[in-house]
């Protein structure tokens, strides 16, 4: 069974910053794009962000500009810088490794954001 392990959620303010982190194993982290995605209540679960092997990225429109993601390849790790929260961001966030058909994920991270 496919483990992501993520970190990095929490209370934080509105305008505040928080970073989430989330390891993979080697063999999944070389070969799948990863991503992250987040949940709120009552809400589907949607896209945040993307990053594929090669280091493109791709975001959400909500998130553009305030939330950087990131990979460190030697540490299996992808990262989300989230800036100048709002909240509009408080959701659950889910780590996500895809490639075609399987999709793995992690167990989510709470982040909330007070205003």
């Known amino acids: 069974q496919v483990q992501l392990v993520e970190s990095g959620g929490g209370l934080v303010q509105a305008g505040g910053s928080l970073r989430l982190s989330c390891a993979a194993p080697?063999?999944?982290?070389?070969?799948?794009?990863m991503g992250w995605y987040r949940q709120a209540p009552g809400k589907q679960r949607e896209l945040v962000a993307g990053?594929?092997?090669?280091?493109?990225?791709s975001y959400a429109d909500s998130v553009k500009g305030r939330f950087t993601i990131s990979r460190d390849n030697v540490k299996n790790t992808v990262y989300l810088q989230m800036n100048s929260l709002n909240s509009e961001d408080t959701a659950v966030y889910y780590c996500?490794?895809?490639?075609?058909?399987?999709?793995?994920w992690g167990q989510g991270t709470r982040v909330t954001v007070s205003s």
């Open positions: 080697g063999s999944i982290f070389r070969s799948h794009i």
């Open positions: 990053i594929t092997s090669s280091g493109s990225s």
């Open positions: 996500n490794a895809r490639r075609a058909s399987y999709w793995y």
